[in-house]
């Protein structure tokens, strides 16, 4: 295990329990878009940050107009699962959530995120700003030297954000009951599973140490 050095998790619990910043009740609401692998998995983690007002689960980064989950899936739009994420800058800033982004994510697979592979599951931040394309760029490197290992994760410009299906969105959190491989349960039961057996937390845990923000 790497010794983390510029993060602390002290001030990662503490950006999750409280937020940053003293101007929350008057600062405007802003976005940014991550792709890091499962969106129902990144979805489930930023909604638990202080200052996040909303995670959509989408496509984004491809060639195909209105792509659906069947074509992103099978390969070949171009497209990644990716999240827009809104929030406070006045409770948690762009920097902040680049932070906690790398540190969710194992962002030295070039193969797409734990068990679920290729093209729709890579990681990448898309930036529509130079102020994000500068704070993202710092977050890379600053966790490229924390790692101790390449990050691979590319920072793009942000191309035309395609919300997904609305049974995609909340699913860590949905009541529905569904047909799975694990019989009939409901959604948020089948996420949990899915989760644990694609060994995301692990794998995170392993690369971050106490540093991850949404493991336990």
């Not at 074509?71 to 070949?76: E, L, Q």
């Not at 497209?79 to 762009?94: K, L, T």
Request: with cysteine; net charge positive.
């Amino acid at each position: 295990m790497p010794h983390l050095v510029s993060i602390r998790p002290a001030l990662l619990c503490l950006l999750l329990a409280l937020g940053m910043g003293t101007t929350a009740q008057t600062a405007r609401a802003a976005e940014i878009i991550v792709a890091g692998g499962c969106f129902w998995c990144v979805e489930a983690d930023f909604e638990k940050v202080r200052g996040v007002s909303e995670a959509v689960s989408g496509y984004t980064g491809g060639r195909t107009a209105n792509p659906t989950y069947k074509h992103v899936s099978r390969g070949g739009t171009g497209h990644y699962e990716a999240v827009r994420i809104s929030f406070n800058p006045g409770s948690v800033s762009v920097r902040q959530l680049y932070d906690m982004f790398f540190r969710s994510v194992d962002p030295t697979d070039a193969g797409g995120q734990f068990c679920d592979r290729g093209e729709s599951y890579r990681t990448a931040i898309f930036y529509t700003d130079a102020a994000q394309k500068s704070a993202a760029e710092a977050a890379k490197a600053e966790a490229e030297k924390a790692l101790g290992q390449r990050i691979v994760t590319p920072i793009l410009p942000a191309k035309r954000f395609y919300r997904a299906e609305d049974y995609h969105q909340d699913y860590y959190k949905g009541s529905q009951r569904i047909v799975t491989r694990f019989g009939i349960v409901k959604q948020r039961d089948a996420y949990k599973r899915y989760r644990d057996g694609c060994g995301r937390d692990q794998r995170v845990k392993q690369l971050w140490g106490n540093a991850a923000p949404f493991v336990n």
